[in-house]
């Protein structure tokens, strides 16, 4: 007679009884890793689908759950939402920004390549960059942000990948990404991606990738996240092939997002929406409060009237982001260590890392971000003696008092 689980022991059926009632996943609470999938049908009906998406039919990162470093529900459901959010028919979801940013390198980075990457790009970013170019023998040209000439000229047959960021961080340059876009499409074969974490979709008045962006990529763990518990990242591109190619590595390496932080992103989209919007209208309070200060040399911010991108800000952008840095007058790096911590002491600014979670956050960029970087370069890139803020959800002038009594 043919075994079932009505004449298996007890000890199987207390195990498979509760797994049953949240078929088709293995575990008797959650979603797990692996679904049953019954026979070899089901297997043979998703390779038959991944290979119609190798042929051009899509991108197998929208098929259904086989195995979780493939994908997941919750991936699923957040992968969705970012295509309409970014108005892209490919995206993929990664365990963090940084894995985002290294997949695309490493499928276009490769011996006998160059790549242009725009200085004020995340330092962790640049550094891959730079460990991908050598490991590889591929060329790399550092740019100046907003220099379009010197972009011009640093572009080569073998160019492909321009990278840069919007906002950059810390000194908030905007990017004109039409202008960026046309130099590019002038070497085949050569992308422009954006790294779109501070702006977000939300903030510019085109889609990046109706903009002539070939890839945008983001963390989920700042705007889009927007509580400061998930870590996660994202690709958004119109190109299959390509976005075949990333999930391949993704794949084989592993890094896609888990399941409970997807479904947790997915399900609080458009309340990160609107808790970014609040954050940059403070953040803007906030640098018109500093600007005015006599003791305050300058803010980086792009709602300020002097910001060097006034005009692209103004023709491109919807939103002016929650992150800004202040230089102050007379102050020494050391002291602007100490004014960053005297800020933290009020008990409502927080001395923390990253930004766009709920509560506002204050660092010295040199301790965090460039501790080990030379004073001359700092210096050069115009880096020094800066202090940064990420506006989180409390009332402005709760903010605003905070920073007059730490400047008094």
């Excluded at 490769?110 to 725009?118: C, F, K, L, N, R």
């Excluded at 023998?137 to 011009?152: N, P, Q, R, W």
């Excluded at 705007?223 to 190619?245: S, W």
């Amino acid at each position: 007679m043919k075994p079932s689980l009505a004449t298996a022991s007890e000890v199987t059926r207390r195990l498979h009884q509760p797994i049953d009632a949240n078929a088709p996943y293995l575990h008797p609470e959650r979603r797990s890793l692996q679904r049953d999938l019954g026979s070899s049908a089901q297997v043979h009906a998703w390779q038959a689908a991944k290979a119609a998406c190798l042929e051009g039919g899509g991108v197998w990162s929208d098929l259904p759950h086989l195995y979780a470093r493939y994908g997941n529900p919750g991936a699923a459901t957040l992968i969705a939402a970012l295509r309409e959010l970014e108005h892209a028919r490919c995206a993929l979801v990664t365990d963090s920004g940084m894995q985002a940013i290294a997949l695309v390198v490493d499928a276009l980075v490769e011996g006998g390549t160059h790549a242009v990457v725009m200085r004020q790009v995340y330092n962790k970013t640049r550094a891959f960059l730079e460990l991908t170019a050598r490991r590889v023998g591929a060329g790399l040209t550092l740019v100046d942000d907003g220099d379009h000439a010197a972009v011009e000229a640093a572009l080569r047959p073998e160019t492909r990948i321009v990278l840069a960021e919007t906002y950059t961080n810390p000194l908030m340059r905007a990017q004109d990404v039409p202008r960026l876009a046309e130099l590019v499409r002038r070497v085949p074969g050569a992308r422009l991606v954006i790294d779109s974490t501070i702006a977000t979709p939300w903030g510019v008045r085109v889609p990046l990738l109706a903009s002539g962006v070939a890839v945008v990529a983001s963390s989920l763990t700042k705007a889009l996240g927007g509580e400061d518990v998930v870590l996660g990242g994202y690709l958004a591109t119109d190109d299959v092939a390509l976005a075949n190619q990333l999930q391949d590595l993704l794949a084989m390496r592993g890094g896609i997002l888990d399941d409970d932080s997807a479904s947790r992103v997915a399900a609080g989209l458009v309340r990160a929406d609107a808790m970014h919007a609040r954050r940059c209208d403070t953040a803007a309070r906030v640098a018109a409060f500093l600007a005015a200060h006599p003791r305050v040399e300058r803010v980086f911010h792009p709602s300020r009237p002097d910001h060097p991108d006034a005009a692209v800000i103004a023709r491109d952008y919807t939103r002016c982001a929650s992150l800004l840095s202040v230089r102050l007058r007379g102050v020494d790096e050391a002291g602007h260590g100490e004014i960053a911590d005297r800020i933290a002491s009020c008990g409502i600014i927080r001395y923390a890392l990253s930004f766009d979670g709920l509560v506002s956050k204050v660092n010295h960029h040199r301790t965090v971000s460039e501790y080990r970087t030379p004073v001359e370069m700092i210096e050069r890139l115009g880096i020094d003696r800066l202090i940064r803020l990420g506006i989180g959800l409390e009332d402005a002038d709760d903010v605003i008092a905070c920073l007059a009594w730490s400047l008094a």
